[in-house]
């Protein structure tokens, strides 16, 4: 739990650690190389949970609960964004269903915060939360990396949500196709890190013209690269930091 630089929240929170490969956009994962830092400086909660692997560190399909974390956003008075799980996925199949519902409960005894929930695996959130309550303060995304995952969206848009959005990033190619239709918020971003792979302009595009078609806020987050700050965020000449409104 931190402070952190990711441009569309305020804090991260992690209840889980760890994760699986699933698809394209998990081969770089930043949460990756964090863990196996994490493991290296003697955190307990990060042992085992990566492997060295072709001379980096990959998932080694390990999950861990941690129960102490659930405490957390009750000892912030001052009211934040927090992102859930930067370092895991709340619904990867191996997160108990209970242990969810136990996140949930935290969630709304915290109203003051705004959690941003994450998954590349939105099959299984649309088998859990509809058995949860619908909180105002809960963002529901999913993360699209190309357009071999489209389906993620449409699952997305059966979860009963606040707010939906999605995570284009790192995106590794075009989205061409999508429909926004129902998805509220829409962050575009390129991979950084040293083994980055290209986005194109063009693909940026592509998304824009859809959130404006759709009346999706479109959030740009970076251009990625090895260098991600050298390579900034401007798109066109500025900014653009667009943020949903509320829609219960």
Same mark, same amino acid.
Request: net charge positive; aromatic share 8%; glycine share 8%.
């Given at each position: ?155 997305? =848009? %059966?979860?009963?949500? &606040?707010?939906? $959005? ?8 075009? @989205? *061409? #196709?999508?429909? !926004? ?30 959130? =404006? %078609?759709?009346?999706? &806020?479109?959030? $740009? ?8 700050? @050298? *390579? #900034?965020?401007? !798109? ?13």
């Amino acid at each position: 739990m931190a402070e952190t630089s990711i441009e569309w929240t305020d804090a991260t929170w992690n209840p889980v650690a760890g994760c699986t490969i699933l698809t394209a956009g998990c081969t770089n994962c930043y949460a990756m190389r964090m863990a196996a830092r994490l493991d290296a400086m003697g955190q307990e909660k990060y042992k085992g949970l990566t492997r060295k692997s072709g001379g980096r560190a990959k998932w080694t399909g390990k999950i861990k609960l941690d129960d102490a974390a659930l405490s957390i956003p009750a000892k912030w008075s001052k009211p934040r964004r927090v992102f859930v799980n930067s370092m895991s996925d709340l619904f990867h199949q191996d997160v108990p269903a209970e242990f969810i519902a136990r996140v949930w409960k935290v969630m709304a005894e915290t109203p003051r915060h705004t959690y941003q929930i994450l998954t590349k695996r939105p099959d299984r959130m649309v088998e859990i939360v509809p058995e949860l309550p619908k909180l105002p303060n809960v963002w529901l995304g999913t993360s699209v990396e190309d357009g071999r995952v489209l389906h993620r969206i449409d699952e997305l =848009r %059966r979860v009963p949500a &606040a707010i939906r $959005f999605i995570s284009f990033e790192p995106l590794i190619g075009s @989205a *061409a #196709g999508a429909s !926004l239709e129902n998805i509220h918020w829409a962050i575009v971003g390129g991979e950084s890190g040293p083994k980055a792979r290209y986005m194109d302009p063009a693909w940026v595009d592509e998304i824009e013209s859809m959130c =404006r %078609r759709a009346d999706t &806020a479109f959030f $740009f987050k970076q251009w990625g690269g090895k260098n991600k700050k @050298a *390579a #900034g965020r401007m !798109l066109r000449g500025r900014t653009y930091d667009e943020m949903p409104a509320l829609r219960m």
